[in-house]
């Protein structure tokens, strides 16, 4: 039920980074785009940590604000996926903008329900 949980979520927060975002597309369906949502939440499992390592140097000479680029370099994965490799529909117009945008967005919107859905 808690991965059904974080899914929706992950969901929810990439369908309003793709509403807000200029430079951020989805031409899917409601099956690619939980596919996407999947891809994303399995990518912030596995891929995020092991860039957080690979980069703590960087991370702790900015302070931690080298996390928003990890963030971004995991929704690049995600699209790079999602859009070339198994063609759901998630695509982004540049890197640097509409990516570090839409996973600043995604971030913010995963924290809030991350809050709300919190049952501790």
């Given at each position: ?30 099956w ?18 092991i860039?957080?390592?690979?980069s ?8 931690g ?17 999602s ?7 998630l ?28 049952d501790?």
């Amino acid at each position: 039920m808690r991965f059904v949980l974080k899914l929706a979520a992950t969901a929810a927060a990439v369908w309003i980074a793709v509403w807000i975002v200029d430079g951020l597309e989805f031409d899917g369906s409601f099956w690619g785009f939980v596919g996407v949502s999947a891809i994303l939440l399995v990518a912030n499992g596995i891929v995020k940590p092991i860039l957080n390592v690979l980069s703590f140097p960087l991370i702790l000479l900015t302070l931690g604000l080298f996390l928003l680029i990890t963030n971004a370099l995991v929704l690049q994965f995600t699209v790079w996926l999602s859009g070339d490799v198994l063609d759901l529909g998630l695509t982004s117009t540049g890197f640097f903008w509409a990516t570090f945008l839409g996973a600043l967005v995604i971030s913010i919107v995963r924290w809030v329900a991350d809050a709300v859905l919190d049952d501790d």
